[in-house]
């Protein structure tokens, strides 16, 4: 007979775990005039061939020059360190665009200050998913309802994932058009996993740009690992009366990469990592 309550409990377990392990990922991306934040999204941190990279959506990013950008881990206060970006592009960003797709490009410094263990190498991007609606799939980000300051110039965000599915089974690896979008069910009202009651979920504000992953945790050996995980897309909008968040899937986004990384390219023709 099926241990239901087991089975709940290794599930809880599971996803404290990932999201343990994607906190480190996922950057906050900071909108500072000088003298205060104005603006914040997330992001996630790429190394392609030691160069540093955080991608995030467009509407983060566009409308700022870099040296108004800078970079806040999890959990920890920051007072600002001038990590600012060395080169930034992005595609779309407007409410008409389907693209709200973007970059930035740091210095090793970069690498130094958050450690070598918080960047994601290209092959945990999953750019042609297949039975998705067989899998845990998560978004992460930085609300702003998780945003403090424990002093006068120090923020401090905490990262926020949720777990949902996604019910499109489309078969990324088929030929032909393929869309570069989809959307992750995120509703006002959810079930608490530990106490079964009705709880209100965190609007996602300042969540723009997180990564959407792909947990893998029903396809693992008895040990399950987090890097076990896929970046499948990147969350650019809440629909409340829908109760979605729209995201661009991480092919669009390696498409924009390739302009600047030309050696990344034959991922968009290969697909290895499935």
């Not at 410094?109 to 918080?118: A, D, L, N, Q, Y």
């Not at 799939?137 to 949902?164: C, K, N, W």
């Not at 076990?228 to 809440?238: D, P």
Request: hydrophobic letters at 40%; one cysteine or more; proline letters at 5%.
């Amino acid at each position: 007979m099926v241990d239901i309550e087991k089975n709940r409990q290794i599930g809880i377990q599971l996803t404290d775990i990932l999201s343990r392990h994607l906190s480190r990922l996922t950057p906050v991306v900071v909108i500072h005039d000088g003298d205060q934040i104005i603006d914040h999204g997330s992001g996630t941190f790429l190394l392609i061939f030691d160069t540093p990279v955080v991608v995030t959506a467009a509407h983060v990013i566009k409308d700022y020059p870099n040296d108004m950008i800078h970079l806040v881990g999890t959990f920890k206060p920051s007072d600002y360190r001038l990590i600012t970006p060395l080169e930034k592009d992005y595609m779309g960003g407007n409410i008409e665009d389907s693209l709200d797709i973007g970059y930035l490009i740091f210095s090793n410094e970069c690498i130094i200050h958050f450690g070598v263990e918080s960047f994601a190498a290209i092959d945990r991007l999953e750019l042609f998913p297949q039975k998705l609606s067989t899998d845990l799939t998560v978004f992460i980000g930085m609300p702003e309802v998780l945003h403090d300051q424990p002093s006068e110039r120090a923020d401090r965000f905490q990262p926020f994932m949720y777990a949902a599915g996604i019910e499109d089974d489309t078969d990324w690896l088929k030929p032909g058009n393929r869309q570069l979008e989809l959307n992750v069910e995120y509703p006002n009202i959810v079930k608490d996993t530990i106490t079964g009651q009705d709880v209100q979920t965190h609007n996602p504000s300042g969540m723009s740009g997180g990564g959407i992953w792909r947990s893998y945790i029903n396809s693992t050996p008895s040990v399950y690992s987090a890097s076990n995980s896929k970046l499948i897309a990147i969350g650019t909008e809440w629909n409340l009366s829908t109760s979605k968040i729209k995201a661009n899937r991480i092919e669009a986004v390696v498409h924009l990469l390739s302009l600047r990384f030309p050696s990344i390219e034959n991922l968009l023709d290969c697909p290895t990592n499935q």
